[in-house]
């Protein structure tokens, strides 16, 4: 079974620009999460979406981040504008469903803003 | 919200014991379970849902406390291999957000 896959592996870019990460989640799984990972934290849920659906983004910066899931699968996270505190590693996560149900990790973007 | 780990690091010798703890305020419908290497992805341990099932996975295991609302999870005669960032994710028993603590990193010494 392939895993959760995530694009681009590393990305650095300047403040004020604007960067988008993809996200194609494991075959068949209805709930897909974006959560950031700042330096020695936990996963900081951002998004999670049920099919194409949003479930929760109560901790989406909205006036700068966005994350769209078209047709229930892949998924975008964009961040425009970009600030050196949003430095971090953007995690991709999906699961069959919610609640007892396994989260399985892409590899993570890890993202620079200088 | 998100659960509260403690201790925030451990360091061990092999075939110490060593106890992480997770708590939340809130009632819990599940607990998971995952370890991050330096620079990897977290990987998935264990799931342990309301009713108190402990459950184990090599000789890591893991409780639930549903009055409490608390997790342990029990690391028995550690290997070098256990060393690594220990997560607990939460599910909340009417949204099912999956949140993550803070973490607790354990290094296993030889």
């Known amino acids: 079974e392939a895993g959760v896959a995530q694009s681009p592996r590393y990305k650095i870019i300047e403040k004020r620009q604007s960067v988008a990460f993809w996200c194609n989640p494991i075959?068949?799984?209805?709930?897909l999460y974006w959560y950031q990972q700042i330096l020695g934290q936990g996963p900081k849920l951002l998004i999670q979406?049920?099919?194409?659906?949003?479930?929760?983004d109560s901790q989406l910066p909205k006036d700068r981040f966005s994350a769209e899931r078209l047709k229930g699968v892949d998924s975008t996270l964009k961040i425009q504008p970009a600030k050196l505190e949003d430095s971090a590693v953007y995690l991709c996560?999906?699961?069959?469903?919610?609640?007892?149900?396994?989260?399985?990790f892409g590899q993570g973007t890890r993202l620079t803003v200088v | 919200q998100q659960p509260v780990q403690s201790p925030q690091a451990v360091i061990l010798r092999e075939g110490e014991d060593a106890v992480i703890n997770c708590s939340s305020s809130?009632?819990?419908?599940?607990v998971h379970w995952y370890r991050q290497k330096h620079g990897e992805a977290p990987v998935f341990l264990m799931i342990l849902l309301k009713g108190g099932e402990q459950k184990g996975h090599e000789k890591i295991s893991a409780s639930f406390n549903e009055k409490k609302q608390q997790s342990s999870l029990y690391l028995t005669a550690s290997q070098l291999s256990y060393s690594g960032t220990y997560f607990c994710?939460?599910?909340?028993?009417?949204?099912?957000?999956?949140?993550f603590g803070a973490g607790t990193t354990v290094t296993v010494r030889a």
């Open positions: 809130k009632a819990l419908y599940s």
């Open positions: 994710g939460t599910e909340v028993s009417y949204d099912y957000k999956l949140s």
């Open positions: 996560a999906s699961s069959h469903g919610t609640g007892n149900t396994e989260a399985f």
């Open positions: 979406f049920q099919n194409n659906g949003v479930v929760d």
């Open positions: 075959s068949g799984h209805a709930t």
